[in-house]
């Protein structure tokens, strides 16, 4: 019997559960001055010493009591008699009386008597003695005992983050160490035999550890001490004994992996053999719903799912909290913004969901792109974006155009250069050679070529790569015309040859899209938006016509017509694979699986930019780069992509 | 001959020399993933490897032909022949045919001739086949390979600071370790015969040595790795055997101290020996300006002032975005605000000043408070401000209410509670005990009574501490109606015994001020405007008075009138060292001191609170303190402070 999850409760509930059974205690230590920089102070410090220690001169010059000086004029000084100098660092030996100076550097103490230091500039010295040309008022150019900080006064407070500043501070008041929260050790375990680790040869059906790096990652950001114990197998007595073994080095232990009901529910079963055993058994969250939560005596298991995206939501909605707590970072985490969703999101009633998103500014503020897709399989779904929407238990659907709050993953900042659209990987070779001009940060989003023109028409991007092909047979403008984008100009970007990919030696012997009608010929097609799936269908709507039949009715004698790839790459990995025979992709994939390819026309991937967006430097240089030697030879050398006669004509739209 | 500053270039005019004698170089160095966050990454990363590697099952259930079930309903199932099982990590030994069906664990790899998964649920298991109760479509709950990222992609650029969320991607890509820019090594020195490390015991004469642990941490927020030497005394073959030994082991080197003309200029001299040896002496800020610049081959070694706000000064202008950019760093430093100037601002002509401010946020936006008076020798300067106002070279004033942008140097995040006024330990007391409830961050500025009340009227303060003594000889009240100030209560704190304070045994034989009068005491008095001054005041016109001489006549028959000291503790100090014999202060300073104290009457120390904040959780929970046992326990304990049967009483103005 495969077991279901029971119980499933709500985040609030599983905290209530888990804060009744474990209070996270904040543990403390003592460290060095010069290695505190960025710990948390776990109490407050008062000054031992007062700074300055003494009444201390500002100023080179003279010690002096002021009201020797009152009458001292330029042309007509008051003469003074010098008892001797008093060097910084030094204890003064004599006492300034009435008619007396002593010589006195910057930062020495003032002798006793004297009341005031007269700057060396308004003095002459003439052997032991000296003319003063101005006067000075009590207390002049020194700084009295304790007025910097007095002793016992209050210097940092107890829960401050502690930056160069305040370690100054301290310093100047003597303290040489002092007591921080003590970082929380938190064990990090990956379970599952396909895991591999990172680095080593990757077997077939196996796929690399991600969470192990990923967690302890974001343990260390969140304030704690990670502790990577590494991949367990899927042997129940194998991952108790390394779960206790974590237990006595860590304050507590986070797994992931073998929590779904699927994989017969291993974790929980292994986590409930520890006392008390598991507490929450499943958590009504999206992504991350399998999350097991159990103790050993006081301290928390956290049995997180295995998918990335699902194991870091739960990490963050549930664990940071905990591990800043107990590491006695008070500050709240990520900063939020106001954004409008672009596209319609549906969700999971009963579940509160974490949407990733992507954020751009646009002229009307701020516009939130969802993640789209089962994204929590998917490990660019947290890399690649900005943060995430949360929506409520209750809520089924969110519109487009809506406004919701986003929280950021880190601060959001400007990129100098955004670009949003068709993917194409001449595009990397574009940014890396205009970082090479200047750091620019830029942004890119794939959303497709469509996604991208409405980017620009809103303004929320720069520039958008686009290659969509008209009936017309003209690529992209009479498209983006359509879509009446009046405020950018479209600049022609590189040629990018698509063509048929079959398997190596051509077995079946296919010449053309007429092939795919054939009985014994697989199709694997493209998603419906993509430029490639626009390509195909305009080549099969040609057939359709000389054949005088409905385009319906062609492409349902097509095998695997209706098998949608995401990307280039799948539609190959489909034929190396032998699961189709035939499909549509770029010529560079096709080498790289080691794919024949027939090729079938050269797509033009041009570069929509907003007019006012013309003169930001980072778009110059981009433009710049496009048209440059070097990208034209490092195009070059990517099968299938190339510059030519018209690559950086710009046309008014 | 003393040698002065000749030759002092602009901030500008230093950056171009040294820049045409030293370019900033990054260095690289290769470190394992799980040691990555953090750091910045030195190059483009492109995936090794696609993620996920094969077709991958999303969903625990059977791989099947989707076209096997396109008949599939609810009551009329279709019934396939179940080969056997694929589990996570292994591959496939079988084939999907019709009819047939392959059990399959939620990220195991989908065998060849099936084109879809079928979940668990809608599925019956009998012997070795199963009912499918619903028809999946082609591609249904199958990560295609390739589709999260594709082998090839470029999926960290160079110059990303590493979080894990890049880390997670990279780990999933199969990459163990990444190239990183490597931290400049900055070795730190201090020189100075005063200077003591913290923790020594500090002779009279000598101060602790802040620069080492200041700078060190600022070079590591900064990105840099801090290599402290420790101090270098006033040996000019010591210095220079220290600065070239240090040279060999860091990418540069920070002295601090000994550049000031009256010290000799001895770092001038020093560096000056190196080759080329100097390039600035003397740079046109304020403060800082002796600072040097001197380079040794091509290797920098910047001489820092002394005085800590000086020498951080010309640290955060001229050595930060030097280390930054050798780190890799492309993020702009610090935010800016704009902010309105609340007290008026002279600035030196002719130098670019960076002006320590504390900033806070009224009704009417952002207030920066200027840090007065000589602060360049006073390490709470940068310790205790938020930032600081950049005065441009040709500017020799800023009015009051004059829009000023604000450097911050750090996030700056609104205080849940802000105190302005007068400082009291009683104050630091009443926070510690808050800071028990909730990890409240409160805000204290002390701007003494009167800026408090100001404050507050403005909306800047939530709450202001003042002991202000009318004529009539009530505390507060009539002073704050004076100020018009009705949008407030004023809530009552606590008694503040003040008292003549006077040498241990009082040898002066001193009773009450009668006794100023006297030719053989010497007075120390308080600074204009505070509230002991004008407690001392209100005493001696009552003596004028009843002495039938004017006030001014009665001040100028009293030693040492003139001589304002800013503390209490200075008072203290000053009686301590025999340079007065009697001074006004609070009970507490006096013991400290272990002098005599003579009590003249208890002040009244008030909290004026806006009424628009008396709901806030931290002012309710502050008010809550005031009143409680435990900070009564406490205030007792400090001599001279206590609660008494008027604390918490609120009074409507």
Same mark, same amino acid.
């Given at each position: 019997?495969?077991?279901?999850?029971?119980?499933?409760?709500?985040?609030?509930?599983?905290?209530?559960?888990?804060?009744?059974?474990?209070?996270?205690?904040?543990?403390?230590?003592?460290?060095?001055?010069?290695?505190?920089?960025?710990? /948390?102070?776990?109490?407050?410090?008062?000054?031992?010493?007062?700074?300055?220690?003494?009444? !201390?001169?500002?100023?080179?010059?003279?010690?002096?009591? +002021?009201?020797?000086?009152?009458? *001292?004029?330029?042309?007509?000084?008051?003469?003074?008699?010098?008892?001797?100098?008093?060097?910084?660092?030094?204890?003064?030996?004599?006492?300034?009386?009435?008619?007396?100076?002593?010589?006195?550097?910057?930062?020495?103490?003032?002798?006793?008597?004297?009341?005031?230091?007269?700057?060396?500039?308004?003095?002459?010295?003439?052997?032991?003695?000296?003319?003063?040309?101005?006067?000075?008022?009590? #207390?002049?150019?020194?700084?009295?005992?304790?007025?910097?900080?007095?002793?016992?006064?209050? $210097?940092?407070?107890?829960?401050?983050?502690?930056?160069?500043?305040?370690?100054?501070?301290?310093?100047?008041?003597?303290?040489?160490?002092?007591?921080?929260?003590?970082?929380?050790?938190?064990?990090?375990?990956?379970?599952?035999?396909?895991?591999?680790?990172?680095?080593?040869?990757?077997?077939? #059906?196996?796929?690399?550890?991600? %969470?192990?790096?990923?967690?302890?990652?974001?343990?260390?950001?969140?304030?704690?001490?990670?502790?990577?114990?590494?991949?367990?197998?899927?042997?129940?007595?194998?991952?108790?004994?390394?779960? +206790?073994?974590?237990?006595?080095?860590?304050?507590?232990?986070?797994? =992931?992996?073998?929590? =779904?009901?699927?994989?017969?529910?291993?974790?929980?079963? $292994?986590?409930?053999?520890?006392?008390?055993?598991?507490?929450?058994?499943? $958590?009504?969250?999206?992504?991350?719903?399998?999350?097991?939560?159990?103790?050993?005596?006081?301290?928390?298991?956290?049995?997180?799912?295995?998918?990335?995206?699902?194991?870091?939501?739960?990490?963050?909605?549930?664990?940071?909290?905990?591990?800043?707590?107990?590491?006695?970072?008070?500050?709240?985490?990520?900063?939020?913004?106001?954004?409008?969703?672009?596209?319609? /999101?549906?969700?999971?009633?009963?579940?509160?969901?974490?949407?990733?998103?992507?954020?751009?500014?646009?002229?009307?503020?701020?516009?939130?792109?969802?993640?789209?897709?089962?994204?929590?399989?998917?490990?660019?779904?947290? *890399?690649?974006?900005?943060?995430?929407?949360?929506?409520?238990?209750?809520?089924?659907?969110?519109?487009?155009?809506?406004?919701?709050?986003?929280?950021?993953?880190?601060?959001?900042?400007?990129?100098?250069?955004?670009?949003?659209?068709?993917?194409?990987?001449? /595009?990397?070779?574009?940014?890396?050679?205009?970082?090479?001009?200047?750091?620019?940060?830029?942004?890119?989003? %794939?959303?497709?070529?469509?996604?991208?023109?409405?980017?620009?028409?809103?303004?929320?991007?720069?520039?958008?790569?686009?290659?969509?092909?008209?009936?017309?047979?003209?690529? %992209?403008?009479?498209?983006?015309?359509?879509?009446?984008?009046? &405020?950018?100009?479209?600049?022609?970007?590189?040629?990018?040859?698509?063509?048929?990919? /079959?398997?190596?030696?051509?077995?079946?012997?296919?010449?053309?899209?007429?092939?795919?009608?054939?009985?014994?010929?697989?199709?694997? &097609?493209?998603?419906?938006?993509?430029?490639?799936?626009?390509?195909?269908?305009?080549?099969? !709507?040609?057939?359709?016509?000389?054949?005088?039949?409905?385009?319906?009715?062609?492409?349902?004698? $097509?095998?695997?017509? &209706?098998?949608?790839?995401?990307?280039?790459?799948?539609?190959?990995?489909?034929?190396?694979?032998?699961?189709?025979?035939?499909?549509?992709?770029?010529?560079?994939?096709?080498?790289?699986?080691?794919?024949?390819?027939?090729?079938?026309?050269?797509?033009?991937?041009?570069?929509?930019?907003?007019?006012?967006?013309?003169?930001?430097?980072?778009?110059?240089?981009?433009?710049?780069?496009?048209?440059?030697?070097?990208?034209?030879?490092?195009?070059?050398?990517?099968?299938?992509?190339?510059?030519?006669?018209?690559?950086?004509?710009?046309? =008014?739209?």
């Amino acid at each position: 019997m495969r077991k279901v999850f029971r119980d499933v409760v709500t985040i609030d509930e599983s905290r209530k559960l888990l804060f009744t059974h474990f209070k996270p205690e904040r543990k403390t230590e003592v460290v060095p001055l010069h290695l505190a920089t960025g710990r /948390v102070l776990a109490r407050d410090v008062y000054a031992l010493t007062d700074v300055p220690p003494f009444d !201390r001169a500002t100023m080179d010059g003279y010690a002096v009591r +002021a009201e020797d000086t009152f009458d *001292a004029e330029e042309d007509n000084p008051v003469t003074l008699k010098v008892l001797g100098e008093v060097e910084a660092g030094k204890k003064p030996e004599v006492e300034v009386e009435r008619g007396k100076a002593v010589e006195i550097a910057t930062g020495a103490m003032v002798p006793k008597g004297a009341n005031a230091v007269v700057m060396v500039e308004y003095t002459r010295r003439r052997g032991d003695e000296i003319d003063v040309f101005r006067p000075v008022s009590p #207390g002049e150019n020194i700084m009295y005992a304790g007025s910097d900080v007095m002793a016992g006064e209050l $210097i940092a407070r107890e829960g401050t983050k502690l930056t160069h500043r305040e370690i100054g501070l301290m310093a100047a008041c003597g303290i040489s160490e002092v007591e921080v929260y003590r970082k929380p050790r938190v064990a990090v375990i990956s379970t599952g035999n396909e895991l591999v680790r990172p680095g080593e040869k990757l077997e077939e #059906g196996k796929i690399y550890d991600v %969470n192990s790096y990923s967690i302890a990652a974001a343990v260390e950001e969140n304030g704690g001490e990670a502790i990577i114990i590494g991949i367990a197998r899927d042997n129940e007595e194998e991952m108790r004994s390394t779960i +206790a073994k974590a237990l006595k080095e860590a304050d507590f232990v986070i797994t =992931s992996g073998s929590t =779904s009901a699927g994989a017969g529910d291993v974790m929980y079963r $292994i986590l409930d053999d520890f006392n008390p055993g598991v507490i929450v058994h499943g $958590i009504a969250i999206k992504p991350g719903k399998p999350a097991v939560i159990a103790l050993s005596d006081s301290k928390p298991i956290f049995g997180l799912p295995g998918y990335p995206t699902s194991a870091m939501t739960v990490f963050e909605v549930i664990v940071a909290p905990i591990i800043r707590e107990m590491a006695g970072i008070t500050e709240k985490e990520g900063a939020k913004i106001r954004a409008r969703l672009a596209l319609k /999101v549906f969700s999971a009633e009963g579940r509160r969901e974490f949407l990733p998103v992507n954020v751009v500014e646009g002229c009307e503020g701020f516009s939130a792109y969802p993640v789209s897709g089962s994204y929590s399989g998917a490990v660019t779904a947290f *890399a690649f974006t900005d943060g995430f929407v949360e929506i409520p238990e209750s809520v089924v659907m969110l519109e487009e155009g809506e406004e919701v709050e986003v929280r950021l993953f880190s601060k959001l900042r400007p990129a100098d250069l955004m670009i949003i659209g068709s993917h194409c990987i001449g /595009v990397d070779i574009l940014l890396s050679l205009l970082r090479k001009r200047k750091p620019y940060m830029s942004k890119v989003i %794939n959303v497709g070529s469509t996604g991208g023109i409405l980017a620009v028409k809103r303004g929320e991007a720069d520039v958008a790569g686009t290659h969509l092909l008209d009936e017309s047979g003209v690529y %992209n403008e009479p498209i983006i015309r359509k879509y009446g984008v009046k &405020n950018a100009v479209l600049v022609k970007g590189y040629l990018r040859e698509q063509g048929l990919i /079959v398997a190596k030696g051509n077995p079946k012997t296919i010449a053309g899209f007429e092939d795919l009608l054939r009985e014994d010929v697989t199709f694997i &097609n493209r998603n419906r938006g993509s430029g490639t799936r626009i390509l195909t269908d305009m080549y099969l !709507r040609e057939i359709a016509e000389r054949k005088e039949v409905s385009f319906q009715e062609l492409t349902a004698s $097509i095998k695997g017509y &209706n098998i949608e790839a995401k990307t280039h790459t799948s539609v190959a990995v489909a034929i190396a694979s032998g699961k189709a025979d035939v499909g549509v992709g770029i010529k560079s994939v096709a080498s790289q699986y080691g794919l024949h390819f027939i090729p079938l026309r050269s797509e033009e991937y041009d570069f929509l930019i907003r007019k006012d967006r013309m003169e930001k430097p980072a778009v110059k240089d981009f433009l710049e780069c496009l048209t440059s030697e070097e990208f034209a030879e490092k195009l070059e050398k990517v099968e299938g992509l190339r510059v030519y006669e018209r690559t950086g004509e710009v046309i =008014s739209l």
